[in-house]
């Protein structure tokens, strides 16, 4: 930037001109003496006067690192060296330090001689604040992309955001769908989630267990019946499929129904129809098919206790939910889930389980899945109190997982829990900012981070960083 007609001696157009500009500019003069300080400079420093020719730059800039550095960027411009993008920081007169970006180039004469410096001085403590700012909503995305929760299923493991994704995407169709899995994997959560992200979700989601009642009472159950159809028929029953009339129907356990009632169901799912048990009118339904089993069905079509052509019929869609022993990094964040539950309902003030405690529920195997270890959670809640889940406060099956540990795994358990109730101390003592937690413990936000993952700490979600 060069003003080779600029005169620092008299106000004028230029003079002017500089005002108007956001950035602060300051013109020096061989002797290092302030000569022009535009508008923006004045506010920038706090002065509301004009005190040019009295002050030497670095009088201006009172306390200022750009003076107090080694190498001082006055003395490098003097030189003959511009200073392009130089950070630096300078001291309001209300005590205030302001971060600064510091660009120089040379003043000179009609002739050609050197007359001074300008400096342009940028105020960078905004854009600093919206790098760091910046830097939390990443971090704070890093965390969500690693604590799902969806449609109160909660997971963080690989195979669990590849199902939330294909729910997202399958939830537009009508295509049924057959959720597979075993006991407690969540398979109505999942046919939920499918309904509530559809286009049927302001209608009706209508849940049927096919496998708690008996041939003839499930099928009074779903396609409803008339009065007198059979003994103790005494009124008019709407069906299951008629109250799910423009949303979702759910049949749980759709592999323990009988043949007779696959022929009934078949014709539904293909001609959206049905007859109620003892009427011979025909009943027309808008309905999404979502069903769940904890059977192979393809081996019961093989036996012939499946009929082949519905089980194609209700399986366009596949999805095969996972056990929790195939998704282990889940459990910490579930245990937090269930905590959080049943303090609410108890009410309790439990934070977290203890290392051992925690150590026990990541090696069980859990045939009963996600719902075994809710039940667990719960009986502990039950069995302990204070604000942490100890070892003890398991059932004995639980405690029985955690295997003999070697000299050096003693060791090194005994160095992971020690820094890992260091950093739930100190955590506990900010009120749970992270800001503060990192810079008491001497390292930065995401190390710290990094460390409670490794740790596999269990902390509240409801806290502010």
């Known amino acids: 930037m060069e003003f080779p007609k600029l005169s620092i001696s008299r106000p004028g157009d230029a003079e002017i001109i500089l005002d108007c500009i956001s950035d602060g500019v300051i013109t020096i003069d061989l002797n290092k003496r302030v000569t022009f300080l535009n508008g923006a400079m004045k506010q920038l420093l706090g002065f509301d006067q004009d005190l040019t020719g009295n002050l030497l730059a670095c009088d201006v800039l ?11 960027v006055l003395e490098r411009a003097f030189c003959g060296e511009r200073v392009s993008n130089y950070e630096a920081s300078i001291k309001r007169r209300d005590g205030r330090l302001i971060p600064v970006s510091v660009n120089t180039d040379f003043l ?10 300008v400096e342009v001085i940028r105020d960078i403590s905004l854009s600093r604040e919206l790098t760091e700012k910046a830097a939390e909503v990443n971090e704070l995305k890093d965390r969500l992309g690693e604590q799902v929760r969806f449609e109160n299923i909660v997971g963080r493991s690989r195979p669990m955001k590849e199902i939330f994704s294909r729910v997202q995407a399958i939830s537009a169709s009508k295509a049924s769908v057959l959720i597979f899995g075993e006991s407690g994997t969540g398979k109505e959560l999942f046919a939920y989630a499918i309904h509530a992200n559809s286009p049927r979700k302001q209608g009706p989601f209508v849940v049927v267990n096919c496998a708690s009642l008996s041939d003839g ?11 007198g159809a059979f003994t103790g028929a005494y009124y008019d029953k709407i069906g299951r499929f008629e109250l799910a009339n423009g949303g979702t129907i759910f049949l749980d356990e759709i592999g323990d129904i009988s043949l007779a009632t696959q022929v009934k169901l ?9 007859e109620r048990v003892g009427s011979s009118k025909t009943m027309k339904v808008d309905i999404r098919l979502v069903a769940a089993t904890n059977r192979d069905l393809a081996q019961a079509v093989k036996q012939g206790l499946f009929r082949e052509d519905l089980y194609y019929r209700i399986r366009v869609i596949p999805i095969e939910l996972p056990p929790l022993r195939e998704r282990k990094e889940d459990i910490p964040l579930l245990i937090r889930y269930f905590i959080e539950k049943f303090n609410r309902e108890m009410p309790r003030q439990v934070s977290q389980p203890s290392p051992d405690a925690l150590e026990a529920l990541e090696a069980y195997t859990y045939p009963g899945n996600v719902r075994e270890l809710q039940n667990i959670i719960e009986h502990a809640f039950v069995c302990g109190e204070g604000q942490t889940i100890e070892l003890g406060h398991l059932p004995t099956e639980i405690q029985r997982t955690t295997p003999p540990k070697t000299g050096d795994e003693l060791k090194r358990k005994s160095l992971k829990r020690m820094e890992g109730e260091a950093i739930l101390h100190v955590l506990e003592r900010t009120g749970w900012k992270y800001k503060m937690a990192s810079e008491q413990l001497g390292i930065g936000r995401s190390t710290l981070w990094r460390k409670i993952k490794r740790l596999g700490l269990v902390l509240p979600t409801n806290v502010s960083k």
């Open 62 to 72: 009172v306390q200022s690192n750009i003076c107090t550095t080694r190498e001082c």
């Open 108 to 117: 000179r004469d009609d002739q050609g001689r050197l007359i001074g410096l």
């Open 217 to 227: 009472v499930l099928e009074s159950e779903i396609f409803g019946h008339v009065k």
């Open 266 to 274: 078949l014709r539904v799912i293909e001609r959206h129809e049905f």
